[in-house]
């Protein structure tokens, strides 16, 4: 067993690092959040030094590497900011279902723009009135010769909007399947389709500088080799992705909660009260081991989930267990980031108030913390009688 990352691994930090120093400019971020704007320049950037598809095989314009890879780019992004991080790491959002279950023509045809910083991937799955509820679609794709008519409509898709490329969409293909779930596909539905529809879901808690859209398919024909893998095998599909997607979830939480803990150590360090340091305080000082505690169990269970993942293993208990915890730890060390920094805290310009409301996020998307819950739970007790 070795906990130590590879020479690479430790070349690809320091990169990330060196673009976080260079690029992410408290002011331009400020202003960023101020107009709720994607952070487009810093995406393109990111894209062009290989951070964005970094997982891709070279052939699609990536670097080649695995998922431990893509979650050391996604951890420092997000540690560097939570916002511009976040909008970074999900620019290739689902296209892992491309890249793993599609066929050649459509990964050609997606993956390397996506690498390359020209459009956003969409993974549009949620529905208004199912939520996290994926067994059963009333988005419907009806064959009609050969291609697919799409109607219906999803919410809360990530990257929905004036810089999405296309989105991979779970409908019911079959309404008579019995159970219901064994009747979903995958289809790959491109952006400028007719028919294809975007409205913005309104202002968030956090991530304000993402697009998040409620995405509408009005009589939406597509050919029926768009079917991204096998008819009916879509909802296994995503299942599939969310053992990886959660991974990078955890790793967004990691960064997000690291990136708090550091606003906070280096505050205490330079504030005085009472005539003396605040780090000096016991009181301060056992929020501060609470803190680093908390993020170093968290990154042990993220790193483990990526490590396992890249050696070919699907085990959804941990990658649930990751994502869980790290969405725990980065509420919670955010919240006591907000508690040392006092009313500061509580202040735009300070930033940790911000990391607070992006940190929420973690516990909610691909899978809240109570469907992460279920996951473990039904791997812990097995089939019961």
Not at 133 to 152: R, Y
Not at 283 to 289: F, I, R, S, V
Request: glycine share 10%; proline share 2%; net charge negative.
């Amino acid at each position: 067993m070795d906990f130590e990352l590879t020479k690479e691994q430790i070349e690809i930090q320091k990169a990330v690092r060196d673009f976080v120093k260079g690029e992410f400019k408290k002011d331009v971020i400020l202003e960023l959040e101020e107009k709720h704007e994607y952070p487009e320049k810093i995406w393109k950037k990111a894209a062009e030094l290989g951070f964005i598809g970094i997982h891709f095989p070279e052939e699609y314009s990536g670097e080649g590497l695995g998922v431990m890879e893509n979650i050391l780019v996604a951890e420092e992004l997000c540690r560097g900011d939570s916002s511009v991080g976040a909008c970074l790491i999900l620019a290739d959002f689902a296209s892992e279902i491309i890249l793993h279950f599609g066929n050649e023509d459509q990964k050609k045809a997606c993956l390397p723009k996506v690498a390359e910083g020209k459009v956003l991937s969409c993974g549009a799955f949620t529905e208004p009135d199912h939520g996290s509820d994926i067994t059963t679609m009333d988005t419907v794709a009806v064959k009609d010769g050969d291609e697919w008519v799409i109607n219906g409509s999803k919410i809360f898709i990530t990257n929905a909007g004036p810089l999405a490329g296309f989105y991979s969409v779970l409908c019911q293909t079959d309404s008579d399947a019995k159970p219901s779930y064994r009747g979903i596909s995958l289809i790959l539905v491109e952006a400028d389709r007719p028919g294809v529809s975007v409205s913005d879901v309104g202002t968030k808690m956090g991530i304000r500088f993402m697009h998040t859209g409620e995405v509408s398919f009005k009589d939406v024909r597509v050919p029926v080799s768009n079917t991204i893998g096998k008819e009916g095998k879509g909802f296994y599909q995503v299942l599939e992705f969310f053992d990886e997607s959660r991974i990078l979830i955890a790793a967004q939480g990691l960064g997000t909660a690291q990136g708090a803990f550091d606003r906070a150590l280096a505050y205490v360090k330079t504030r005085e009260q009472f005539g003396k340091k605040i780090a000096t305080f016991q009181a301060t000082q056992h929020k501060l081991a609470e803190m680093a505690t908390k993020i170093e169990m968290a990154r042990l269970l993220v790193y483990k989930a990526a490590w396992n993942f890249d050696k070919g293993r699907i085990d959804p208990k941990l990658t649930s267990m990751a994502k869980m915890v790290a969405g725990r730890t980065a509420v919670e060390v955010c919240d006591e980031a907000i508690q040392l920094l006092g009313g500061y805290g509580y202040m735009l310009e300070y930033e940790v108030e911000r990391f607070y409301r992006d940190a929420k996020i973690c516990e909610l998307y691909e899978g809240t913390k109570e469907i992460q819950k279920n996951t473990i739970a039904s791997a812990v007790l097995g089939k019961l009688k």
